[in-house]
């Protein structure tokens, strides 16, 4: 079942679109249902949305509808990762490993850059129903600072205890459900409307420094910058200070998944320190791209 539902929610959610919400149809083995073809009573089975006008267009007639992705291993960090148009949709991620989205780097283990949009932190919902109101908790069940490879293996499932077990991926979802129907969509939170347009902003001065790296090789260290929500990455770009040639470009994912977060991320850069000067320029961005002032500071 675990196998079926994730190759149909790996096949609908799209990693690099707003909202972060894949509709599915589950399997009729993952309801226990194969053997006698119908749905268990009062429900009904949907099918997938370019098929079956019963699924998003039917939901819309329900706007306290609460629709989960079933295991998709995006992260629940991601403010995306709840929507609300006509009812809400909710990304719930998985409690084996989570990922970002594609086309940014991560620091490994060992403090390189390597190509990744997974990591071993496990997440799940706990969710709340009383009148007038839906909560649904984001909780990690690891949120340590793990790698998804060991010694160059796949390493997603790390055996607890974990210091981080029931900590929270973000603050509690609440949908308002009292009052009307029109009143309920009119009482949404998580729409494009209200999509959070705040930016990142360091809290440093000077958020860059140099440093050395353990192959003696140049680090740009990065004090890390705020969000209200969460610094999702930072670009890079190093040049060399006297002719402008690029060393480093790159987009660096933030862990922003991990409790307690760093205050300070070291970014390789692939040159020795050898007192030659390099101008480092840093933007911080958030999930919904809203960007910091660059940050900028000659390194050697």
């Not at 609440?174 to 990142?200: C, H, L, M, W």
């Amino acid at each position: 079942m675990k196998h079926e539902i994730g190759a149909i929610t790996h096949a609908t959610c799209q990693l690099h679109r707003s909202p972060r919400i894949g509709f599915l149809a589950p399997p009729r083995s993952s309801l226990g249902w194969r053997r006698s073809g119908a749905p268990p009573v009062g429900t009904r089975r949907l099918g997938r949305p370019e098929r079956d006008a019963a699924g998003p267009e039917g939901l819309s007639k329900f706007p306290r509808a609460v629709y989960f992705s079933g295991h998709s291993h995006l992260n629940l960090n991601d403010p995306r990762s709840i929507h609300q148009k006509n009812f809400t949709a909710v990304n719930d991620s998985s409690s084996s490993y989570i990922e970002i989205d594609h086309g940014y780097q991560m620091l490994d283990a060992e403090g390189r850059l390597a190509d990744r949009f997974e990591t071993p932190t496990a997440q799940g919902l706990a969710v709340e129903v009383y009148p007038g109101r839906t909560v649904i908790n984001r909780i990690n069940l690891n949120a340590d600072l793990h790698d998804i490879y060991t010694g160059g293996k796949w390493s997603a499932n790390w055996k607890p205890p974990f210091q981080s077990d029931g900590t929270l991926a973000g603050k509690p979802w609440e949908i308002k459900t009292a009052g009307s129907d029109a009143q309920v969509v009119e009482n949404f939170t998580y729409t494009d409307a209200n999509r959070n347009r705040t930016a990142p902003r360091w809290v440093s001065s000077h958020p860059l420094s140099a440093q050395t790296g353990k192959d003696g090789r140049l680090a740009l260290r990065i004090e890390q910058a705020k969000d209200d929500e969460l610094v999702y990455h930072y670009k890079v770009r190093v040049t060399r200070a006297d002719n402008g040639t690029e060393v480093l470009s790159t987009k660096v994912a933030n862990r922003f998944d991990v409790v307690p977060a760093a205050d300070s991320v070291d970014i390789p850069v692939p040159v020795t320190r050898d007192g030659a000067k390099y101008r480092a320029e840093v933007v911080a961005v958030d999930a919904q791209g809203n960007q910091s002032p660059v940050a900028v500071d000659v390194l050697k």
